[in-house]
């Protein structure tokens, strides 16, 4: 791949680095084991309305990994509340311990080092929290700290991150986790309506987990420094993203427009970041922006001016996993430091966008 | 505005000029030059009182191209100049505010490229262009991406593989120039170009041009996305909100000329 990116940039040459900061050592992911295509979605639901089949394949999705109930003599069954809760709890403490795992391994930790852990989920309202029940299944230790952030949707890794990082800034040395897993086809409802249509056909199951510390000995080399966020938020679209009611199950609700309304205010938080660190946006090296689906997409990409190259993961894992909700970014991040194209100094930012109507950023220093 | 080595800059109200300024080569562009040009783009588009950047070069000659004392003479030359300065042609080209290149005498090689980054064109009638790169032995940088989208691909081989020189009138006929003028009209006549240009509205400006440039290069469904993305924030700028305004008041009077005429009639009657 050809570097387009600024050779030099006097700004980023002037950028105040910490000597230390909470950084982000090692990321896991996880999924189901089944994938399906759009063409297979559709085929499990006998879709025959041609609206809802053509919007399944102008989605920019080839696959997606699902937790979708064996169909019985060929029909699809009519999940309960209940069914869906316990689908979303079942999922989550298959693919999040995966994730975990995955994320530990490569730094020699086990859960028994974790001194904080935070989970975050939207699909699927459980008490006690996610946290509790991993920690029994994990072995954590009984001390470990935690916090379970609910309900937040998809803009929550970066909710989730600035608890890890506060954490970690507090107790240099001591080991943050977040746990991001979502479970989406826990929340789906087939009503054959085009407001379910368009959920169903864009989220994915899937979980991320990242640890983060803080220690003098680390580098860039280890991961990158979370040096700051900047939040925006969009009272005035509260409700342009939100659970609804569909008779006992919650049901997903997208406004038409809100991909959009967020694309054309993307760029304040954006700029807020980068002007605090005296930046623009053509320093940035990396940018890890969330796969909300293809509209968003292209409403970020035109409005902050990026290239292509600049959204290569953040379309690549729409394609391949669907929206995965609070993980996605998380995947995105793992893709691009498996591309083994970071260099010192490098500057990265992050956006996530969800219900609220939020915009959350997060500015990461190599 | 900041003081260049390989640059004249000036300022008259909103509209920044720059004059390629090497008078003892020629207006050669050197790595010197383009990191001027790099800084001044980006301090341009930070500029809030600023709508348009106008490129010239001296009454005689744009740029005579590439400034070839650069290279090292005797060891292996990397790739890391050639690459700042088509990053410094790409910044042009996207620069948040109109860009006009204003060419008198000879243009060649990069000052054909810059010319080529600029969203409007005018040159004086004894203006030439030309690639002479591929004659010499090397390449014309990204030009060769831009100008075949201006052209043509078969136009564009024959400028840019045989070298030969193109007159102002020529380039103006195939569209590379939106105006051809006499030396003692160019000033007037670049004043005019300028002023075709505004008002500005530099999300409009930003969205329109990055759209025409993709327009060669996308699906249709693709680039049908990124229009209503970006329609999506023209229809809701405060610009289009005083237009919406605009056209409301607009109605109301020419609803009450409408009644106010009817009754006028009644009476008459």
């Known amino acids: 791949m050809i570097e387009t990116r600024r050779i030099v940039s006097p700004r980023k040459a002037a950028l105040r680095r910490p000597a230390q900061g909470p950084r982000i050592l090692s990321v896991g992911t996880a999924t189901p084991p089944r994938k399906y295509t759009q063409e297979e979605v559709l085929a499990f639901f006998h879709e025959a309305d041609p609206r809802i089949r053509s919007l399944f394949r102008s989605s920019h999705i080839n696959t997606r990994y699902l937790y979708l109930p064996d169909p019985v003599d060929g029909r699809v069954v009519e999940e309960t509340n209940e069914e869906l809760l316990n689908r979303h709890l079942d999922g989550a403490l298959e693919i999040g311990p995966q994730a975990i795992e995955e994320c530990l391994r490569p730094l020699g930790l086990a859960p028994y080092d974790i001194d904080f852990l935070c989970c975050v989920t939207t699909t699927g309202f459980l008490c006690p929290g996610i946290s509790a029940h991993l920690i029994k299944k994990m072995i954590f230790r009984e001390n470990v700290q935690r916090s379970d952030i609910l309900g937040m949707g998809c803009n929550a890794a970066v909710n989730g991150l600035q608890a890890v990082t506060a954490f970690a800034r507090a107790n240099p040395g001591k080991v943050a986790l977040l746990l991001c897993v979502e479970i989406c086809s826990a929340a789906y409802v087939h009503n054959r309506s085009m407001v379910t249509a368009v959920v169903n056909s864009l989220f994915g199951d899937g979980a991320a987990a990242v640890v983060v510390r803080q220690d003098a000995a680390d580098t860039w080399q280890q991961g990158p420094i979370v040096l700051d966020f900047e939040p925006h938020i969009i009272p005035e679209a509260l409700l342009a993203m939100r659970y609804t009611i569909d008779g006992t199950k919650l049901s997903f609700f997208l406004a038409r427009d809100i991909p959009y309304e967020i694309g054309a205010n993307v760029e304040k938080p954006v700029n807020r970041i980068l002007g605090r660190h005296g930046l623009k946006r053509k320093d940035i090296d990396h940018w890890i922006i969330h796969s909300g689906g293809a509209k968003v997409i292209d409403a970020v990409e035109y409005n902050l001016g990026l290239t292509d190259h600049d959204m290569r993961h953040t379309v690549g894992i729409l394609r391949n996993f669907g929206n995965l909700s609070s993980g996605s970014i998380l995947f995105s991040f793992k893709e691009l430091c498996r591309e083994e194209v970071i260099g010192e100094g490098d500057v990265g930012v992050t956006i996530a966008m969800g219900p609220g109507t939020s915009i959350e950023t997060a500015l990461l220093l190599w | ?269």
Not at chain 2, 117 to 124: I, Q, V
Not at chain 2, 162 to 181: F, K, M, N
Not at chain 2, 197 to 218: G, I
Request: with cysteine; proline share 2%.
């Open chain 2, 1 to 269: 505005m900041h003081a260049y080595d390989t640059l004249r800059v000036t300022q008259e109200g909103n509209v920044v000029t720059a004059f390629l300024a090497r008078p003892d080569s020629r207006n050669a562009i050197n790595m010197r030059m383009v990191n001027d040009l790099s800084h001044l783009i980006d301090a341009i588009d930070d500029a809030k009182d600023v709508a348009v950047l106008v490129l010239r070069g001296s009454p005689d000659v744009f740029t005579c191209g590439i400034d070839l004392h650069e290279f090292a003479a005797h060891e292996k030359r990397n790739i890391y100049g050639l690459q700042k300065w088509e990053q410094m042609c790409r910044e042009l080209e996207r620069l948040n505010k109109f860009t006009v290149a204003a060419v008198q005498g000879e243009c060649t090689g990069g000052g054909f490229q810059l010319m080529l980054s600029c969203d409007t064109r005018l040159a004086e009638r004894r203006a030439v262009f030309c690639f002479h790169e591929v004659k010499l032995g090397f390449l014309p940088g990204m030009a060769s991406f831009r100008l075949a989208k201006y052209i043509g691909l078969g136009r564009a081989k024959s400028i840019i593989l045989t070298g030969r020189r193109v007159r102002a009138e020529e380039a103006l006929s195939w569209g590379i120039l939106d105006r051809v003028c006499d030396q003692v009209s160019f000033d007037e006549a670049l004043m005019e170009t300028v002023n075709d240009l505004l008002p500005f509205h530099p999300v409009a400006l930003e969205m329109a041009r990055r759209l025409l440039d993709e327009s060669y290069a996308t699906s249709y469904e693709n680039y049908l996305g990124h229009f209503l993305a970006a329609q999506y924030r023209a229809i809701n700028s405060e610009a289009f909100d005083r237009l919406v305004a605009s056209a409301a008041r607009q109605e109301k009077a020419s609803e009450a000329g409408r009644t106010g005429a009817g009754r006028r009639k009644a009476r008459e009657e």
